[in-house]
């Protein structure tokens, strides 16, 4: 069956870069610059609905559920890459972000043909995975109309999930069916119909803001530290000894002895620290009353 995609703002010709192929180096990258700039302004507009995904993702974890990313093409990639970052940056569980891609693991690296069109998968995959009421699922589609994540979407709805979408495109049919539409208009690319460009870029704010906002409400965060970083390389154990160096204002030895005493457990490390100087302050209070 054709795809009528006319009327999609992803899909329409920027006039501007026409004449993309006759540009200079130099010109190519102040043209797409300048487009870039537009994100930013097409995110704003969203923020209300991107802030009502992160209270619902929150309610879904608190409850003891999972946030699901479901996409395909670029799409499904940047849930795969938010989904990845999060354990490494705020100590949770693999299973408490997980992003399923049409097309399996393989669609990562190249295109599997077929596979955002194959609506009974997308179900399948999430049985698979145990999708529960507890849990939100988040669809993504730049074009906003892609069969595998609003069969994604459908089915999350019918057992009583959570649900948002994110999308490039007004009225998105994966907006119709998701409980909440962050529908981000980036308009036409300056590579016509590529939308791993601007669509993707603005696609990735979102997901940005829902899964910090997220973890900032769960209390993954001291200020705006990340206390639950895991040191698994030199560059994060250096990140770890900034952190709570940050958080209780002690030198890099008390650092490096406190993150050790707590087998790397950052937040610990700090609590016991902070502690340790509250008890301190308050037997020199008691001394020179």
Known sequence: MSVDLDKLNTEQRNEKAANLDKMTPIEIVQLMNEQDCTITDAVKASL???AKTITAAEQSLKEGG??????AGTSGRLGVLDASECPPTFGVSPDMF???????SRAIYEAVEGAEDDTSQAVYDLKEKSLN???????LSASGRTPYVKSALEYAVS????????ACVAESEIGKVAAIAIEVITGAEVLTGSTRLRAGTAQKMVLNMISTGTMVRMGK???NLMVDLKPTNEKLKSRCIRIFKEATGLDD???IHYIEAYDGNLRQAIIAANDLKELRGFRQTRKRM
């Open 253 to 255: 030895n008390a650092a």
């Open 221 to 223: 965060v001291y200020g």
């Open 98 to 104: 997980v992003a399923i891609m049409a097309g399996g």
């Open 48 to 50: 209300e609905e991107i």
């Open 66 to 71: 999972r946030i699901f990313y479901v996409g």
């Open 133 to 139: 009421k507890k849990d939100m699922l988040i669809g």
């Open 159 to 166: 057992i009583g999930c959570r649900t948002a979408s994110i």
